[in-house]
């Protein structure tokens, strides 16, 4: 079986605004034997481009170091412009386990070998965030990243906020950096046949407030301005604690208070297949299921 | 991206009655690299094995070959007992598609190839069966195994049973094989609230008789003994064209009919994802989502 571990590094630049820069880090994500570059988005209004890649743990903490190295090479966060809140030239990356056999904990460990070498190397000081946090309120990244680039040396000087790797000073020009371990996300809209806003915004409280044991990053209400209804916007932390399904179900539930009914949903860019397989042996009522023996897949991907 | 395809060739041996010759097999079955022996299966009563091997396509059609040409040099036909219907030392061999650019019409070519190659080199004849088949009635095993293998050499002379390779007549020890191409199968069961058979029996004809497009290789009911309830039995075998929840659904509104109810529903064996991934996304209303390009195992193996 081969260890399978995603990273999804966020680097201050796009390919719209320097594309120069941009292509180097093409390149350096393309350099270890073992890992695959998987995905590229660049957004010039953002000035921000989010890579991912797949591959051996081993592997993947390389690339991730030489990334955040070419990184700081290149990119002078004294200089970046752009609408997306960011803290350093690569603004965060997160580690997720993909195959069965590694766990987050694995992906802990590799989160703190990296942020270790980045300051051991380039002085780059870093946060340590989600499953890889070292206290509970660093857990957000939002948190972590309030006061951006320009806010940090100063943030950095506040009794709670020093890096968990590194002295007290970021980088002068590549900042300072998120790392963390955490589960797949799902992202998962619900969308209601209602023009009504105000629904979809309660639903989305309601769900966030859920004292079920719900565990959503982020419910929100939003308008889909095109089709002119209300939408439920999720995303999914933790899908085996709390299954999409759940969320489907509460959400009907919710709704039908106000006479309101699902139209449809979608799943935003990629998925665990687990995570629509539970759903499936929810709905069919399969008993005895052992999805990792009896799913094809998975021993194809352990075949390999 | 790795072409990969299934091959479960069925022998007229046991590991039970004859452990040498059963291990020869085994030992062939691991000798071609990149075709993993993924399953075997032996029954003493039947005399016979089930090996499940996925690997590229040459390396199932050069394993396929070697394992039938191991059968006819080590089983004598002329001599097996067992319950099993059979007609060959190796009796049949199936070949299915495992991954989305390998179709079914490459394992219609493959299972030409290797019935040809099995006639010209070991002088072993062959029916192509299920999507393979030359002629509707031949699309069934059951109907070309007809006579066993002491019925054979008779039944090669009748108009409608010529060999489609090979000549008219058996080989002397090792029989006639059937090959052929088909679609994974799902086996899936519906268990009823109920202790009445006939329920569950006039279930399983009703969607066997359907004119809806439903497309079973077998519906029946049966009764679970150790549990006093009546079961619809399915082989699913094509889960693109009539899903689990086509049928899941007819069975819950046809049960309705006599107030019983669906109480669990049991997947036997292996499945592919997609076949329940398909039901999640009817359950779950997902709109407008792409499978292959959404879930994240589909890249997994095709990164290998």
New interface residues.
């Given amino acids: 079986m081969?260890k399978?571990v995603e990273c999804i590094p966020n680097f201050s630049v796009s390919k719209e605004v320097d594309p120069v820069v941009f292509q180097g880090l093409v390149d350096v994500a393309n350099s270890v034997p073992g890992c695959?570059l998987?995905d590229v988005q660049s957004d010039g209004s953002h000035n921000r481009c989010v890579f991912t890649l797949?591959g051996s743990p081993e592997g993947i903490e390389e690339v991730a170091f030489r990334l955040c190295k070419k990184a700081s090479e290149t990119i002078d966060m004294t200089k970046h412009v752009g609408q997306h809140p960011r803290m350093g030239a690569t603004d965060v990356i997160p580690f997720v386990p993909?195959?069965k056999d590694v766990t987050v904990e694995d992906c802990v460990e590799m989160s703190k070998r990296v942020a270790k070498r980045i300051w051991d190397e380039l002085q780059i000081p870093s946060f340590l965030y989600e499953d890889s946090a070292t206290r509970p309120e660093r857990r957000n990244l939002a948190a972590c990243r309030k006061g951006q680039f320009e806010g940090m040396p100063e943030k950095l000087l506040q009794e709670d906020w020093a890096p968990d790797f590194g002295e007290r000073k970021i980088h002068p020009t590549a900042g300072i950096t998120a790392i963390g371990a955490r589960m797949?996300l799902v992202a998962f809209n619900v969308?209601l046949d209602t023009d009504n806003l105000e629904i979809a915004k309660n639903i989305a409280k309601a769900i966030r407030g859920s004292s079920g044991g719900f565990k959503y990053r982020m419910a929100v209400g939003i308008m889909m301005e095109e089709r002119n209804i209300a939408q439920v916007s999720m995303n999914m932390v933790n899908y085996e604690g709390t299954p999409?399904?759940y969320a489907?179900e509460m959400i009907r539930a919710l709704a039908d208070r106000y006479g309101v009914r699902?139209?449809?949903?979608?799943?935003v860019?990629?998925?665990?297949?687990k995570a629509?397989?539970d759903?499936?042996?929810y709905?069919?009522?399969?008993?005895?299921?052992h999805c990792h023996e009896?799913?094809?897949?998975?021993?194809?991907?352990d075949?390999?």
Avoid: D, R, W
């Fill in positions: 081969s399978l695959t998987f797949i993909q195959t797949p969308n999409l399904y489907y699902i139209i449809g949903t979608e799943i860019g990629l998925t665990p297949a629509l397989i759903c499936a042996e709905y069919l009522k399969i008993e005895n299921f009896q799913v094809l897949e998975y021993h194809l991907i075949m390999k």
